[in-house]
């Protein structure tokens, strides 16, 4: 019988790396969605893809941001992910490898494993271990 929804969450160690992540994670997440926003906005408003005479510069330019923006900010995420482990397992907390995952771990629902640890973070101040199932809380 498992019993891994009786644990207590014990302190993540470096309760400063998590939320560093978490804002990492979600600036990605709105970095592209400002991308697709203005993409589309400049596919809609662009008469064809030949004709770009009544394409607004702003919304190129607020692409061309949030994809810089992205990019860097991905590649700290992926940085930072590699780098922030689990205290028990030494599995990486925001960085999805392909190894198996616990059956205790925080995954909602079309969403995947990183998603769905950052927002129960976010909103619970708690996740469990993608690797090993162990629920961590935030605070000390
Ligand atoms: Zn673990």
Redesign the pocket.
Known sequence: MLMISRQRPRAYPQPARLVVGILIDLLCKALAGLGLTAIGVSLYRAKSLTDWSHHDPAWALAFLGSLVGYLVMSTWRMYHGKRTL?S??R?PVFHVQSSAKNRGATKWPGLGYRTSAVLSMLFTGQYR?M????PFRIKK
């Open positions: 689990c028990l397992c599995g271990c690797y090993c199932g162990t």
